[in-house]
């Protein structure tokens, strides 16, 4: 993974859609029996924040931050939490 610094737009909007998802429709995240997925709010708290960071153009120098706010681990984690939704219900 050799991601270089500036905009990264996918990541960005990705970010973005995931802030507005979360704050305009929370119960996204509420099971059918009304429980709270702590796992499918976590993916979309990872998803959203790796957004932000890759979308605004920071690349960190350490290799563990680097992977987990990369575009990729947005992406994976935006799979994982529709995943997880789309199985619980």
Partial sequence: MNEQPGLAWPALLTGLGVMLLMTLWPRIVVTPSGQVDHWSATLFAWAMS??????????PRHRAPRWLLSGGACALALALATLRLM???
């Fill in 87 to 89: 199985l619980a219900s």
């Fill in 50 to 59: 790796a957004g932000f960071v890759r979308g605004v153009g920071f690349v």
